[in-house]
């Protein structure tokens, strides 16, 4: 009696992935741990697609492996799917329970990428040498030799806060653009010089 519980709870399990939404979910998701099982086996690495990692960095989930965040949003959206899929039933319920899979998967995702950001940016030094030649928005009243603050967008789509000074006494201001040109490893800031408006 109990095998054939579990049987029926089995087989209840597998129809419940191969109904709609959570089939579409299910094949993804079927690809994801294809995927894995050989970076694990060492026979592929992990890729990063550029143009897939800028859609999803305008979706907020930049800062880690694409195939990381891939993964993980599949991940949720096919449990969200699996507990709507078992909830309600229906086609147009089914349409409704894909948008809030989708809605809900994005959501959570977003959230882990906080630690996750901090677990991908090993190696500061060489992530703040990555700055230098870059433009930045100055977020302080004024820059001097000791004192100011600017915001710069990482290749990854990020922002941070850095710490940045001048040598010079040009009027640097909040909103104002600098250009980093250096780091100063001691001080643990940026050199940063005006950059003229265009005319």
Not at 82 to 107: D, E, N, P, Y
Not at 138 to 154: D, H, L, M, P, Y
Request: glycine residues 12%; proline residues 4%; negative net charge.
């Amino acid at each position: 009696m109990k095998n054939g519980g579990r049987r029926e709870a089995m087989g209840g399990f597998v129809e419940a992935t191969l109904e709609f939404p959570t089939v579409l979910f299910s094949i993804l998701l079927l690809i994801v741990i294809v995927y894995w099982v050989l970076v694990l086996a060492g026979t592929t690495d992990i890729e990063d697609a550029d143009g897939f990692g800028d859609f999803l960095g305008g979706l907020g989930l930049g800062g880690a492996p694409v195939a990381v965040v891939g993964s993980v949003l599949i991940a949720l959206a096919w449990f969200a799917s699996l507990v709507g899929g078992v909830l309600f039933s229906g086609l147009a319920l089914a349409a409704v329970t894909l948008v809030i899979a989708l809605a809900l998967a994005w959501l959570c995702t977003r959230l882990l990428m906080v630690p996750l950001r901090k677990i991908f940016r090993a190696g500061p030094e060489a992530s703040r040498n990555d700055f230098v030649g870059a433009l930045c928005v100055i977020r302080t009243g004024r820059v001097s030799a000791s004192f100011g603050q600017a915001e710069v967008t990482a290749a990854d789509g990020s922002s941070a806060i850095v710490q940045v000074r001048q040598a010079g006494e040009d009027p640097l201001r909040s909103g104002s653009q600098a250009l980093i040109y250096d780091y100063d490893v001691d001080g643990e800031f940026f050199w940063v010089t005006p950059v003229a408006p265009h005319s």
